[in-house]
T-cell receptor
């Protein structure tokens, strides 16, 4: 069964502190992993995807197949990073995204 | 980039009436679109997969007669909430992928907030 687990509902950090949003998944195959972000009163938007191996807004995420994890990290949190973050998985073909329950990141000044 | 438009963004209706929500891919064709539902402070739950020219595929627990999906063209899918009740009040979001670009990324609409009185 496909499943995405985000264990933290809420994560509060101080500005300038490192951030790690956890994501674990289960999937029988080779999925593609994504992080989506939803800022207040805005639509869901793609933050990054594992195959791109890029850094967006200072965030990075590495797919660890052994641990079936795709944790999102940023070395120095900014206030504008405060948002809902969703980890998502997509299988092969034209299949839907399966979302985790989301983690609300709150960056405190 | 790929843009998905939803209309209306906000609708209030009386209990027992039907509401139609449109999802359009503005600059690409989408043979498949996905409809999600998001309750307050919760994650997105997949409701159904909308297939152009054929019947939608519904997730377990989603009533197909309640949530009618029509995907009549490659750029438009509609979700009709029939005989709406207050428990249908939610945020409905559609998404589509521009498979023609070769990318495996889904783009989301801004969502439609339905309030049933």
């Amino acid at each position: 069964a496909q499943r995405v687990t985000q264990p933290e509902k809420l994560l509060s950090v101080f500005k300038g502190a490192p951030v790690e949003l956890k994501c674990n998944y289960s999937y029988s195959g080779s999925p593609e992993l994504f992080w989506y972000v939803q800022y207040s009163r805005q639509r869901l938007q793609l933050l990054l995807r594992h195959i791109s191996r890029e850094s967006i807004k200072g965030f990075t995420a590495d797919l660890n197949k052994g641990e079936t994890s795709f944790h999102l990290k940023k070395p120095f949190a900014q206030e504008e990073d405060s948002a809902m973050y969703y980890c998502a998985l997509r299988g092969s073909g034209n299949t839907p995204l399966v979302f985790g329950k989301g983690t609300r990141l709150s960056v405190i000044a | 980039g790929a843009v998905v438009s939803q209309h209306p963004s906000w609708v209030i209706c009386k209990s027992g009436t039907s509401v139609k929500i449109e999802c359009r891919s503005l600059d690409f064709q989408a043979t498949t679109m996905f409809w999600y539902r998001q309750f307050p402070k919760q994650s997105l739950m997949l409701m159904a997969t909308s297939n152009e020219g054929s019947k939608a595929t519904y997730e377990q627990g989603v009533e197909k007669d309640k949530f009618l999906i029509n995907h009549a063209s490659l750029t438009l899918s509609t979700l009709t909430v029939t005989s709406a009740h207050p428990e249908d009040s939610s945020f409905y979001i559609c998404s589509a992928g521009n498979t023609g670009s070769g990318a495996n990324v889904l783009t989301f609409g801004a969502g439609s907030r339905l309030t049933v009185l």
